[in-house]
T-cell receptor, first 112, second 116 residues
Framework: EDKVVQSPLSLVVHEGDTVTLNCSYEVTNFRSLLWYKQEKKAPTFLFMLTSSGIEKKSGRLSSILDKKELFSILNITATQTGDSAIYLCAGLGPLGTYKYIFGTGTRLKVLA | NAGVMQNPRHLVRRRGQEARLRCSPMKGHSHVYWYRQLPEEGLKFMVYLQKENIIDESGMPKERFSAEFPKEGPSILRIQQVVRGDSAAYFC??????????????FGPGTRLLVL
């Protein structure tokens, strides 16, 4: 059965710290991996990764995919209290499938 | 451009009642997906619909749950004779299309269903 596993389950850091969130996946005929940030509302899209070894960046956030080792990491540098959220990782299977396989998320809390 | 809209945001039902959850996709999006999130669990796919068609309902419980996306109006997820185990957050997502390239799904704010 396809699955996505995220670690750690939760993390508490202080403002200014750098964090690395992990996502490993076992998805049949894997096509892409996505990261979302979930606060008290809609999960908001961060990144979609389809190619191995190519880093995607958006401000203080960056992510990379390793298709050989079947994992992805999400880095957040110089964390701020506004980064506190649940970070979700999802895998997408082959063409013709539509369902994202989500991990349970990493709950990040950034203290002032 | 308004995002994905869901209503109600919170819904309380007693066991045995019906729950109707509505989702309006982003403007221009014709693909709708429903997910369920139980406490401390990840989002689980339920159903994928296009206008007037159910494409994939492999994640839907076999009984009491149904979904539709009519030609006019929002998509509706309907749960009949609710039980306590149905209490969860139900998220709707929409995408522009499905094709060779993986298509990003954009999520609504969810409906939190509580069954008493």
């Amino acid at each position: 059965e396809d699955k996505v596993v995220q670690s750690p389950l939760s993390l508490v850091v202080h403002e200014g710290d750098t964090v690395t969130l992990n996502c490993s996946y076992e998805v049949t005929n894997f096509r892409s991996l996505l990261w979302y940030k979930q606060e008290k509302k809609a999960p908001t899209f961060l990144f979609m990764l389809t190619s191995s070894g190519i880093e995607k960046k958006s401000g203080r956030l960056s992510s990379i995919l390793d298709k050989k080792e079947l994992f992805s990491i999400l880095n957040i540098t110089a964390t701020q209290t506004g980064d506190s959220a649940i970070y979700l990782c999802a895998g997408l299977g082959p063409l013709g499938t539509y369902k994202y396989i989500f991990g349970t998320g990493t709950r990040l809390k950034v203290l002032a | 451009n308004a995002g994905v809209m869901q209503n109600p945001r919170h819904l309380v039902r007693r066991r045995g009642q019906e729950a109707r959850l509505r989702c309006s996709p982003m403007k221009g999006h014709s693909h709708v997906y429903w997910y369920r999130q139980l406490p401390e669990e990840g989002l689980k796919f339920m159903v994928y619909l296009q206008k007037e068609n159910i494409i994939d309902e492999s994640g839907m419980p076999k009984e009491r749950f149904s979904a539709e996306f009519p030609k006019e109006g929002p998509s509706i997820l309907r749960i009949q004779q609710v039980v306590r185990g149905d209490s969860a957050a139900y998220f709707c997502a929409s995408s522009l299309r499905q094709g060779v390239l993986a298509e990003t799904q954009y999520f609504g704010p969810g409906t939190r269903l509580l069954v008493l």
